[in-house]
């Protein structure tokens, strides 16, 4: 919707953009920002390479961070409710993001949004008066590269996929889904809303509805496998203990998974703005520790090839809030102690890759915990339940599911 910003101001025979119009935009583009969140939790499980898997992490705290910026600012704004007045159309739009046929699909929709994010932005900075509308200046000065750069890698990701022919016939499909996304951007009169509003839709294309596996879809390079106890690995030759414990950290990928989907069911709750941003921040720190084991294990010469994700299936007939709790106050208190030991281990060894990796991740962990005691304490504030009860009824979804587990499958440790 290039220039009709800086028309509406022209219009308006003044600078800049009052509060009302400024309320308005931030509210869009924080929503869309919010929507794409809950967009790429979905298809982080979905997609079946990994290494793509890890960049859409990646881009999922970056949309996070962002639309906390932009709701901050609301916050502080006269008239700035996020919910409010957000029209059919872009509630549409939000809604639709995540349910392209495929990922191949979901990456050129996603793209679509972000460059008229982009230039709405752009316009935005250009319409703006330097000292009214200073704050939002500063914000979307912020946000602005931060974008371009997600957008760069997405497009990088686009021609990757493009070279390997990943899906038969998924560039038909692909097209269809662009046109059907930049068909509701228009009809919500673009990203800021300036555009001319109503106009015809296309036809959504078959097989465009999101829902998540029972399970994390990986490709044929991965495969389920035992990664063997702890216990184990202590007696094991450096080399050989470094190559079992980076195939564990390589597993957190079932540690994101959860969060994903724990993301993707509080879109649109009603909580506080730093709990999106804590949970966003728990999903890219997993994520970033799954990178932690393929980092290393490429390095010492092996590739990832295995997988175990009982953990993550055993919490999916949990509620999002038992899900969460298992998570931050079951699983990561229990792993805790291995953790500062390890660190140890590969500082006296001198494997001082290993141990910065392994010391990364055991401060985040303990930032975990805490997340997990803020966020449950705080969605049962209004509840007869405490912890312990919720730890109780996580023990008879686990046990429920111990006694449905096929033969021959386990937890990875």
Known sequence: MAGEINAYVDHRK???????????????????EHSCVRALAGWFLKAPDWEVKLRLGYHLFAHAERANDLYARLEELRGGNRDANLEPAVNRLAEDIVNAPDDRSFISGLVLVLRNLAQAYREHLSAADASANAMEIRVLQRLLPDVERELADLEKIQQDQAAKKLITGSETKSEQWSEYIASLMNSAGGISGFGAKGSPISARPEEALFEWPTSIVFDERLHHAN???????????????CIGEFEVYFNELYAAAILATVIFESWKITAPRQYFLDIAHHFWDEV?????????????????????????????AMPFLHRFCHLTLGLEIFFMPRKPERVRYYEEQGDLRSQLFADVDWSEEKNHVRYGKRWVDYFLEDDARTITDLQQEITKYLEDFETQLPEGRKAPW
């Open 14 to 32: 003044q600078d800049g953009l009052e509060i009302s119009k400024s309320v308005e935009m931030f509210r869009r583009y924080a929503f869309i």
């Open 227 to 241: 990664l063997g106890t702890y216990e184990s690995k202590m007696a094991l030759p450096l080399k050989e203990r």
């Open 288 to 316: 970033r520790h799954a990178e932690f084991g393929a980092l290393r294990l490429r390095e010492l010469g092996i590739e990832p090839s295995k997988v175990n994700m009982v953990l993550f299936e055993q919490s999916q």
